[in-house]
């Protein structure tokens, strides 16, 4: 897919197969093609050489790379789509280069905007908002579906040419100028006005926002998902400024306070120096200022308190036409179980263990819920079937320390649809299934007041788990758990009034008894499983026997 936007030309390649999908290639080059447009209506002559001597690359990579010219989608955005001399260009690139190249309309560019942002996050009830060069476009959601859509000639190059110095720093007038000139554009979508209104009148009422049921951190009727590569830069400088670790700002959520304070720094600095904001990239700091001010503007117009960003973009939106057609519209069911199988599919696991694992696993936790050793959490229940089904995948890169490859590969490979505190919890789980007592590590700062807790409890289940399927063979069938109070069997209730007070196990809450149902012999699956006794007695708070 070839994305010639206003501010860069993007070559990525994606690969999919039985059940999975990747990017394997990218090439980035700032052409700039949209430098000048906004003062003239015109591409310019160096702006326009810059594109075609990119496309010859884009070309001849292709043809190396012996991709048909249907395998190839080449898409122009705003800057090539709004100039006088857009037909000029295009004739001209189509003589030079053998690439599809197709003019999207505004409908289009939103359209594919919202397949990103919708298969790569849990948003059901929102807006997506899509930042490029030339121009901004906004997607209101309901239920999955796009219900209306804008498109605003408010992008980062236009905005930067129109109000802000070249060089020098921003002056407060320019910045409100610029401010001004957005909430003015966005007037013009009433849609978006409704939602700031409704969400006023929530404030007031002191009601919960409703609506959206979404897994992310941000709040769930107010949701605004962004993409483009503005909000994810921007999104890494948050990071940054929050002290959280990175692997990439997948989820990441910007709190208007922190995009208020972004802009603040990055306006005090000169253009060629707003780079010096950790996380910030040296390529977008002419740019980035034009872009936090825009954003400001759309989450003040539409009453939004953050912008969670996804990394999936345009280029993502026009793939996923082509990995879901026959949809209508091209979504999957559900993003999370989609990313997890994604990633497991892509690193070809034993599917026969890890779903066994996954089987067992759960098995034990709807159990020990129902005894009252935990509140049997949905939410924890699927993290704790994605880290089952992602345990194994470092065996890919080899069997020692697969566990911490596994760690690696979950925080590198992406989740598109998990918090990234979820990640965390995903991928630490993954790390201790062989050994080792579960710690948060380098990624506390992720982690709330309960999340280590939540940690604890899927990485005893998993290892529990992965000890029973050790021989890889399915003996182990399922489950049972008995909690003992001396030399009676308790009552889920009574369980649950002695869970309540926490702290070490206490042998006088009593034992969990857990017994096998297996199809044989179980005397290795019952020597394996009898050495998690210390993490279980610490996530349960009770002691752990295995039955003979």
Not at 404 to 427: C, D, Q, T
């Amino acid at each position: 897919m070839i994305d010639l936007g206003s501010n860069s030309f993007r070559l990525v390649v994606f690969m999919a197969g039985d059940g999975w999908w990747k990017r394997t290639d990218e090439i980035y080059e700032p052409v700039r093609i949209g430098q000048g447009l906004a003062s003239t209506g015109r591409l310019g002559r160096e702006p326009i050489e810059r594109a075609l001597a990119t496309l010859d690359v884009f070309d001849h990579f292709c043809q190396a790379s012996r991709l048909a010219p249907g395998a190839v989608d080449a898409v122009a955005t705003s800057a090539i789509r709004d100039a006088r001399n857009a037909d000029s260009f295009l004739a001209r690139a189509r003589q030079r280069v053998t690439l599809p190249i197709r003019v999207l309309s505004r409908e289009a560019e939103a359209r594919y905007g919202y397949l990103a942002a919708v298969n790569s996050t849990t948003l059901s009830d929102g807006c997506v908002l899509d930042l490029g060069g030339g121009s901004m476009q906004l997607v209101r959601v309901r239920d999955r579906l796009a219900r209306e859509s804008g498109s605003w000639r408010v992008g980062t190059v236009r905005m930067s040419e129109q109000f802000l110095p070249a060089n020098g720093p921003a002056k407060r007038r320019q910045i409100e100028q610029l401010r001004d000139h957005v909430a003015a554009e966005l007037a013009r979508a009433p849609w978006l006005a409704d939602r700031r209104h409704a969400a006023e009148v929530r404030d007031r009422a002191g009601e919960p926002a409703a609506g959206d049921r979404s897994r992310s951190a941000a709040p769930a009727a107010r949701r605004l998902v962004g993409i483009g590569g503005t909000v994810r830069n921007l999104a890494a400088a948050a990071q940054r400024a929050a002290g959280l670790p990175s692997s990439g700002v997948q989820g990441m959520v910007i709190t208007r306070p922190a995009l208020d304070e972004l802009v603040r720094r990055l306006a005090a600095l000169p253009a060629a120096q707003r780079s010096s904001v950790p996380g910030i990239k040296p390529a977008r700091a002419d740019l980035i200022l034009a872009g936090a001010v825009v954003l400001q503007g759309a989450m003040r117009a539409g009453g939004f308190e953050c912008l969670e960003t996804t990394e999936a973009g345009m280029r993502e939106g026009v793939f996923f036409e082509r990995l879901l057609a026959g949809r209508d519209p091209p979504l999957f069911a559900d993003v999370r179980h989609a990313s997890v199988l994604n990633l497991a599919r892509r690193y070809d696991v034993d599917a026969a263990h890890t779903d066994h694992v996954a089987a067992l696993a759960l098995g034990m936790f709807d159990e020990l819920a129902r005894l009252g050793l935990h509140g049997g959490d949905s939410n924890e229940r699927e993290l704790l079937w994605a880290a089952c089904m992602l345990h194994d995948i470092g065996m890919s890169v080899d069997y020692d320390d697969h566990h911490k490859h596994s760690r690696y590969l979950i925080l590198n490979g992406g989740l598109p649809g998990f918090a990234p505190v979820e990640v965390a919890i995903v991928a630490q789980a993954a790390r201790y299934h062989r050994k080792g007592m579960p710690e948060p590590g380098p990624l506390a700062p992720l982690f709330g007041p309960r999340d280590a807790e939540r940690l604890d409890r899927c990485a005893v289940l998993l290892r529990l788990a992965e000890d029973l399927e050790r021989s890889r063979d399915q003996l182990v069938r399922g489950t049972r758990f008995a909690l003992m109070n001396g030399s009676r069997a308790a009552s889920a209730a009574e369980a649950r009034r002695g869970g309540e007070d926490g702290g070490e196990p206490d042998s006088s809450r009593g034992e969990v008894v857990l017994q096998l149902i297996a199809d044989g012999e179980s005397a290795v699956p019952r020597w394996a499983a009898s050495r998690e006794r210390e993490l279980f007695g610490r996530a349960f708070h009770r002691g752990l026997s295995v039955a003979a």
